[in-house]
């Protein structure tokens, strides 16, 4: 075994990554760029070395300055991570020539496997199922019309690099296939820089189900079970569990065999996951990632193996540590990704500081690289965290998850912690049978429904409001001059004046009026038609407890400024309670400026002033996070100024393009 491990990822990752090696007495080495110089992988490292800017392309993708690094470093191997240049041939190839050991496969599997076109042949070969299609190299527009019209409707077109949901395309119509054609290769020149595709059959209502695999370098390879990742939003998965529920002992047994095929068809060393598409009892090859998964780790709840660690003994050439019949499944597992996004703005990526990051870890495992306090980069992936529940059965790895969620909040940024539990609270998802497009058949309900705050979470922000009042009235009483001074009270207690509050909530366009009066040990709140006895309210690290009418609840809140966010049984509330004395006037953007909708960097812009457009024309590109946002005019007519140039990195809310003022105004 090698002693010195150098990991070229950040994040979760990371932080996983150096665990293991810590645990096996490796020394860890990370590298960083300058927006993560004070990152939890790099505090977690034995050492770090700086290796460029912020953007990925600068840092985390650029080859020579992590080869550089691992050798100033003198590491005797470098772990990859996920995502970055975990599956570039040429990066495992620098490694060899480095003499560092690459922890991962080969270059020339990697090459077999990094196209999907190529891929799908090798499969044919080796004789796993695959769905009707065109995989081949001829790329001419009219070939792949054609193409499509003997596959038939519906169709997915599908960049044969990367991978993520980019550079795809699903096609209902002939009429349809120009345009989504052309949209696929731009974006998949824009996030891989290779806009070739394929096409195959597309299945309505598909499972994606993919099989873990292990190979070394003495021929032995071998599955530790399937995953079923079919909770997806725009094709990038969301919940993950193992084993796939519903799956019969034969399809389970089939799928193993076709997965174990497909990594000694290429002589396979290393972690790699086959994925399947499934339905209707078939399977078919959708392709296979030569690298470590985010979801991994609920093959290892089930299976009680460490991954990582098989990794580094393979790289280092040991055999497998286990054989086919020595692996078995226990329990079920299951996986929640948790991002910095919006999901009721499409999933739009959320940057910012983790005012409050507090993630459940009773009875869970949590894989994060963040603390609260942290800054979430524009650079990067929007995924701050996983939660991960293992169980005897489905049903409590889900109770578990649902109660851990209930524990857990994220206040500076846009997260998906509420959709989540909503997901795992849904009838069809706790049946077992949801497909691929479950997230967004139930959209409504899942994005964005239309909730109304109880009395009962009412009555909670208002006691919130007063307690951190109290908590903010002790910290000026502690650094004044006079802290027994009556101005510091916390009780309420008021010079001329009736000891009541009135607070007036607003959430959207409604506003929710509660009043309070003092009543004995605690507050009479009357919210509507309803009065509700409050006791014993106490603010505990950042989370209210209190007795309502009897009964004990909990909630976590923070303010900033006119902001209350709360958090109470898996729903996060975000009220504005104005001041009437600081509060400035709104400004409205309406429809004579495009505004940048979030943080991103300009990558096209398809305008010119003094040209007239028409509503709906897209003429800006932002990239954020890895996801592609084209910005629309807001209504036909002529641009007067542009405010923005390629190359910008743009926050949010700027403005992007002025409009002429119409004839009407």
């Known amino acids: 075994m090698f002693q010195s491990l150098l990991i070229a990822n950040r994040g979760e990752i990371a932080c996983r990554i150096i665990r293991t090696a810590r645990r096996m007495g490796l020394r860890s080495i990370a590298v960083f760029s300058d927006a993560d110089e004070a990152a939890q992988h790099v505090q977690m490292a034995d050492e770090a070395i700086h290796i460029g800017a912020a953007p990925a392309r600068e840092s985390y993708l650029n080859i020579p300055a992590i080869i550089a690094a691992a050798k100033r470093a003198r590491a005797d191997a470098i772990h990859p991570g996920y995502g970055f240049l975990s599956e570039n041939p040429a990066f495992a190839e620098a490694c060899a020539e480095a003499g560092i050991i690459f922890v991962g496969p080969s270059a020339d599997a990697m090459r077999a496997m990094g196209s999907k076109g190529s891929a799908k042949a090798l499969m044919e070969m080796a004789g796993v199922p695959l769905l009707p299609g065109y995989h081949g190299t001829e790329q001419d527009a009219e070939f792949l019309a054609d193409e499509a019209k003997r596959i038939g409707f519906p169709l997915i077109i599908k960049g044969v690099a990367g991978g993520g949901g980019r550079g795809m395309r699903v096609v209902r119509a002939a009429g349809d296939f120009a345009d989504a054609l052309r949209a696929a290769r731009q974006e998949g020149a824009s996030a891989f820089g290779d806009d070739r595709v394929l096409i195959e059959r597309y299945l309505e209502r598909p499972r994606h189900i993919e099989v873990q695999v292990f190979g070394d370098s003495h021929g032995n390879a071998v599955h530790l079970f399937e995953r079923d990742c079919s909770a997806q939003r725009r094709h990038q998965k969301v919940i993950e569990e193992a084993p796939a529920p519903g799956i019969s002992v034969e399809i389970r047994d089939a ?9 000694k068809a290429v002589q396979y060393q290393g972690a790699g996951t086959v994925e399947f598409i499934a339905q209707d009892g078939g399977f078919y090859f ?5 690298r470590l998964q985010v979801e991994h780790p609920v093959t290892e709840a089930i299976t009680g193996f460490d991954l990582v660690e098989w990794q580094l003994r393979v790289a280092a050439g040991e055999v497998l540590p286990a054989r086919q ?31 409050v990051f507090r993630l459940s870890d009773q009875g869970l495992r949590i894989d994060s690289g963040f603390v609260a306090g942290d800054r979430i980069s524009i650079h990067y992936d929007a995924m701050v965290a996983k939660i991960i529940a293992h169980a005897p059965s489905r049903a409590e790895a ?37 497909d691929t497009g479950f997230i967004a058949r139930h959209a409504e309900a899942l994005l964005t429904p239309k909730l109304q705050p109880s009395p009962q979470v009412l009555t909670l922000a208002a006691l919130g ?3 951190l009042e109290e908590a903010a009235a002790r910290a000026n009483a502690t650094q ?6 009556p101005w510091h009270a916390t009780d309420h207690w008021w010079v001329n004046t009736r000891p009541s509050r009135v607070f007036d909530f607003h959430l ?14 605690g507050w009479r709140i009357a919210t509507g038609s309803t009065d509700i006895m409050a006791r014993h309210a106490k603010l505990e690290d950042g989370r209210l407890h209190a007795l309502l009418d009897g009964m004990r609840l909990s909630a976590s809140i923070h303010r900033d400024g006119e902001t209350i966010s709360l958090r109470h049984a898996g729903q996060s509330w975000r009220f504005r309670l104005p001041d009437p004395i600081t509060r400035a006037g709104e400004e409205e953007g ?6 940048a909708p979030l943080p991103g960097q300009l990558t096209q812009l398809m305008a010119s002033e003094g040209q007239e457009v028409a509503r709906g024309d897209v003429l800006v590109v932002l990239e954020a996070m890895k996801t592609v946002f084209r910005l629309a005019a807001p209504r036909a007519g002529r641009i007067e100024t542009i405010s923005c140039r390629v190359g910008e990195t743009v926050r949010e809310g700027q403005i992007l393009i002025q409009f002429a003022a119409s004839e009407a105004d």
């Open 255 to 263: 799928m193993g065999a076709a997965a174990v095929a497909a990594a």
């Open 286 to 290: 959708l392709e296979m990632n030569t």
């Open 325 to 355: 019949e020595d692996i078995r499944a226990q329990g079920h597992a299951m996986e929640l990704r948790v991002y910095a996004e919006d999901p009721a703005r499409d999933f739009a990526p959320s940057i910012g500081a983790l005012q």
């Open 398 to 434: 889900i109770a578990r998850l649902r109660a851990g969620l209930a524990q857990s909040d994220i206040i500076g940024v846009a997260h998906n912690l509420d959709m989540l539990d909503r997901i795992l609270a849904h009838p069809d998802f706790a049946a077992g049978g949801i």
């Open 465 to 467: 409001v007063l307690a």
């Open 480 to 485: 004044s001059a006079d802290p027994h001074s």
């Open 508 to 521: 959207e366009d409604e506003v929710h009026a509660i009043s309070l009066t003092p009543a004995g040990d």
């Open 590 to 595: 309406g429809d004579d400026r495009l505004l």
